[in-house]
């Protein structure tokens, strides 16, 4: 149980494009979801935090109009990140959990490169 | 500012022996602290986690020791394996309203364990 998918595992794109990653919980309802970028050899940093029908809480310097994110159900939530620039070039990480448990399960992650 | 201290960066053990990472925190708020396994190209996966109201978990080869006046938490593996080769993360959170917030990583130990 507690399975985090991710879609798509890697994308490459132009730089100026928009790219949406889809993060799924599989076998259980997830209230909360957020999302961590990781650097090459670096740690995750927490970007925002998904609720479900609510609007996104992003941490401080991650551009919310840059980084769009909606958590339209209980097992879905979506990172877009608008007009893409090399430098957001990372590997993209969304974890859940369920109400009332702090335990937070991980996705697979997905490569971005943006060219 | 790094709420979260984690060392050593990386770590080589011979089989069978012991591999130890020390983490410290700053943020007396935190009340949850996980430790996260991440193979390369993959999301991080839970090992395990301990709350403040005790001062040590074991689970199979994986123990966790807590100190809560110094602010300190450590991760043991017992009996280390070339399998247990990979990226091992500290982490911290706060409950809230019967959730929890977003986790702050340390910066992550390279653990290579020599056949």
């Known amino acids: 149980g507690a399975v985090v998918s991710q879609h798509p595992s890697r994308v490459i794109c132009k730089s100026g494009t928009s790219v949406k990653i889809e993060c799924r919980s599989l076998d259980f309802q997830a209230t909360t979801m957020f999302w961590y970028r990781q650097f090459p050899k670096q740690s995750l940093m927490l970007m925002a935090t998904?609720?479900?029908?609510?609007?996104?809480?992003?941490e401080q310097g991650v551009e919310k109009d840059k980084f769009l994110i909606n958590h339209a159900s209980l097992t879905l939530s979506t990172l877009t990140v608008t007009s893409a620039h090399p430098e957001d070039s990372s590997f993209y990480i969304c974890?859940?959990?369920?109400?009332?448990?702090?335990?937070?399960?991980f996705g697979p992650g997905t490569r971005l490169l943006v060219l | 500012q790094q709420q979260v201290k984690q060392s050593p960066q990386s770590l080589i053990v011979q089989k069978g022996g012991i591999s130890i990472i020390n983490c410290a925190y700053e943020n007396t708020a935190f009340d949850y602290f996980p430790w996260y396994q991440q193979f390369p190209g993959k999301g991080p996966a839970l090992l395990i986690a301990i709350r403040p109201d005790v001062s040590e978990k074991k689970e199979g080869r994986f123990t966790i020791s807590f100190n809560k006046s110094a602010k300190q938490f450590s991760l043991h593996i017992m009996d280390s394996q070339p399998g247990d080769s990979a990226t091992y993360f500290c982490a911290a959170s706060m409950s809230s309203g019967g959730g929890a917030d977003g986790l702050t990583f340390g910066k992550g130990t390279h653990l290579i364990i020599q056949p």
């Open positions: 974890s859940a959990h369920t109400g009332g448990k702090e335990t937070q399960y």
């Open positions: 998904s609720n479900e029908g609510s609007k996104a809480t992003y």
